[in-house]
């Protein structure tokens, strides 16, 4: 009987997004995909306290193919550069980009989608034709205009990512606010005299929140992706190393040598996988009813 | 589909346009450092004849909007001005090269809708069949392979192991002179690589929307009803619930197209292609401004007119909305 009773109380119990994570920790590809990402953070986070070496440092022949020298077991680069420097060192500015560029595009994306789905009426016309100008510009492209007008630091580089980045975030947040503001309770708050920031930012949002929590998530793996590829371009910070900026460097040599390019690759691909897995996780957990599909 | 509405969306197209027009008329303004300087690249110091000779050109000497207005007017004559690096006008550069990059995205485009709504509709016939898990793994993985290494891997499979595919550039040099069938073929040859690189993303994509929108299809009244007067089951299937399933994925398809733009940058700069991405990549390695936003403003077009066509056929494969306004 207990079987039949403790479904019961866990839902009644529960806040949702306690509920969110009791439903995302059975999910096991979601698990795996959380496993992964701490990983990865823990790699990028601590790798580079363990195992001091320079990743533009010449310390042996070039093209060294892994598991031949103990000293570099994943080999050597076109110069004779250590690859495990370089994916240890430049998973942090990946990883940096990724996130503060997709906290950018949210605080675009939100702010501009909560007033257009909030307002209505021209204020919602006029930011919306704002958003299709903006979904018109090829992103990669416009971020590469941005990044060579202006130095290519890591924050320009954010920046440029979040700024070309943010019209799917706030036709999302619009679409829920939309929904939401005509439900009673705002009606409610409203009749009471709540000031609409306040309805907005503590009575709406959280209520829009797992949409966007889901779209948040993915769009730090798509911001990821992005920075590989401006970097890969050359067009990344020249400072810094990272790994698109790896794969970029060697490709010219990949006839030669297939580890330099492939394993930075595989890193940005594991990263950006274990991000999705996530964000499909957090996706089922705040939509159980959806998961059959 | 009213004459109004055709027109309503040609302007409306229009002055997205001229959006992007303004666009990049502000961004050289904003950039740091004298616009002259700026449009005339890193050309080593270029010489204050040459730089007077541009700000006469753009009328940098007279009032903003004035500015604005050359800059309007030049552009909606096609006159995108001169590529410094390239000593070419910048229009007849990208004549050259927009083709090539039109034939890989649609190229891409086409095969990504066709493989992917194939895979999609197999796969809803068994919502929970092996065919349904993999399209699920696909694009999950289709989503996080970074479009410029999928390309560097294939170059690696395809040059050294099996020698199939060309691995650059879009002609044989050989084949320059040959008959207009045979420079086909060896066009088509070159395109397998780049086009499948660049497809691999969205096929996934196309396989799992068409998935998800065939099982709604495949619950409907009218599909129980061709079912229980005994139509085929691939009747049934690929002509009664495929064809509803499909409007979505052509709204989707519109949509994507800005991001095929993107991803065929790097797919061209990966191939060697010789389309527009390659050409943004070069003068942006060179600073030369004119070009970047020339290929800016030709790329954003290529979208707004994929848009258009998209919101026509929409309208065309949707009964429903065609007396709309």
């Given at each position: 009987m207990t079987d039949l009773a403790d479904p019961i109380k866990e839902n009644v119990s529960r806040s949702p997004m306690r509920e969110a994570w009791h439903m995302f920790r059975k999910n096991i590809p979601a698990m795996f995909g959380l496993i992964l990402m701490?990983?990865?953070?823990?790699?990028?986070?601590?790798?580079?306290?363990?195992?001091?070496?320079?990743?533009?440092?010449?310390?042996?022949?070039?093209?060294?193919?892994?598991?031949?020298?103990?000293?570099?077991?994943l080999g050597t680069d076109y110069l004779g550069r250590d690859i495990v420097a370089g994916l240890?060192?430049?998973?942090?500015?990946?990883?940096?980009?990724?996130?503060s560029a997709a906290a950018i595009?949210?605080?675009?994306?939100?702010?501009?989608?909560?007033?257009?789905?909030?307002?209505?009426?021209?204020?919602?016309?006029?930011?919306?034709?704002?958003?299709?100008?903006?979904?018109?510009?090829?992103?990669?492209?416009?971020?590469?205009?941005?990044?060579?007008?202006?130095?290519?630091?890591?924050?320009v580089i954010a920046l440029a990512i979040g700024v070309v980045s943010w019209p799917q975030t706030a036709r999302l947040t619009r679409a829920e606010f939309l929904k939401i503001k005509e439900l009673e309770y705002i009606t409610a708050a409203r009749a009471s005299g709540t000031p609409t920031w306040r309805i907005m930012w503590r009575f709406i949002l959280p209520n829009a929140a797992p949409p966007?929590?889901?779209?948040?998530?993915?769009?730090?793996?798509?911001?990821?992706?992005?920075?590989?590829?401006?970097?890969?371009?050359?067009?990344?910070?020249?400072?810094?190393?990272?790994?698109?900026?790896?794969?970029?460097?060697?490709?010219?040599?990949?006839?030669?040598?297939?580890?330099?390019?492939?394993?930075?690759?595989?890193?940005?691909?594991?990263?950006?996988?274990?991000?999705?897995?996530?964000?499909?996780g957090l996706n089922d957990a705040f939509n159980p009813r959806l998961r059959q599909r | 589909m009213n004459a109004s509405y055709v027109i309503r969306r040609l302007i409306y197209g229009f002055l997205l346009m001229l959006g992007v027009v303004v666009?990049?008329?502000?961004?050289?303004?904003?950039?740091?450092?004298?616009?002259?300087?700026?449009?005339?690249?890193?050309?080593?110091?270029a010489t204050e004849e040459m730089l007077e000779s541009i700000r006469e050109a753009y009328g940098l000497n007279k009032p903003v909007l004035t500015q604005l207005w050359i800059y309007i007017s030049s552009v909606a004559q096609f006159?995108?001005?001169?590529?410094?690096?390239?000593?070419?006008?910048?229009?007849?550069?990208i004549g050259d090269r927009i083709w090539p990059t039109i034939l890989l995205v649609i190229t891409a485009q086409l095969l990504s809708i066709v493989l992917g709504v194939l895979m999609g509709a197999i796969a809803a016939r068994k919502p929970h069949g092996p065919l349904s898990a993999l399209v699920s793994v696909l694009s999950t993985i289709g989503y996080a392979v970074p479009v410029f290494w999928t390309g560097i891997m294939l170059i690696i499979l395809f040059a050294s192991w099996l020698p199939w595919f060309p691995v650059e550039g879009m002609q044989s040099v050989k084949l320059r002179n040959a008959d207009w069938w045979t420079q086909t073929k060896d066009i088509a040859h070159h395109l397998v690589l780049p086009a499948f690189t660049l497809a691999i993303i969205y096929l996934a994509q196309y396989a799992r929307l068409t998935r998800a929108s065939m099982l709604d299809a495949l619950s409907a009244d009218y599909i129980r009803t061709a079912r229980a007067k005994g139509l085929n089951e691939r009747?049934?299937?690929?002509?009664?619930?495929?064809?509803?399933?499909?409007?979505?994925?052509?709204?989707?398809?519109?949509?994507?197209?800005g991001n095929l733009i993107s991803g065929a940058l790097l797919v061209e700069t990966v191939f060697n292609w010789p389309g527009m991405g390659r050409l943004a990549f070069d003068s942006i390695l060179r600073r030369d401004y004119p070009t970047i936003m020339g290929v800016l403003f030709f790329a954003s077009l290529m979208v707004v007119v994929a848009n258009l066509i998209t919101d026509f056929s929409y309208r065309f494969a949707d009964p429903r909305l065609k007396d709309e306004t």
């Open positions: 701490i990983a990865i953070l823990g790699m990028t986070l601590y790798g580079t306290l363990l195992f001091q070496g320079d990743p533009y440092e010449i310390v042996w022949a070039p093209h060294e193919p892994p598991g031949m020298t103990p000293e570099f077991p240890l060192s430049g998973g942090g500015p990946t990883l940096t980009v990724g996130a595009t949210m605080v675009i994306g939100l702010l501009l989608g909560a007033t257009a789905g909030y307002f209505g009426g021209w204020v919602d016309n006029l930011l919306m034709r704002v958003t299709e100008f903006f979904q018109v510009l090829p992103a990669l492209l416009f971020a590469m205009v941005l990044v060579t007008l202006f130095t290519p630091s890591l924050f966007l929590i889901v779209s948040a998530t993915l769009t730090v793996g798509v911001a990821i992706l992005f920075e590989a590829g401006l970097s890969f371009l050359g067009l990344g910070d020249p400072n810094v190393m990272s790994w698109g900026l790896m794969i970029g460097a060697n490709r010219e040599y990949i006839l030669d040598a297939w580890w330099p390019v492939t394993i930075p690759g595989l890193m940005i691909f594991l990263t950006v996988f274990s991000v999705s897995l996530i964000g499909d | 666009l990049n008329f502000l961004l050289i303004r904003l950039a740091p450092g004298d616009p002259a300087v700026v449009i005339a690249g890193e050309m080593g110091g006159d995108l001005g001169e590529s410094f690096f390239f000593n070419q006008p910048v229009a007849s550069l009747i049934v299937v690929f002509s009664h619930a495929l064809r509803n399933a499909l409007l979505p994925i052509l709204t989707v398809a519109g949509l994507q197209f």
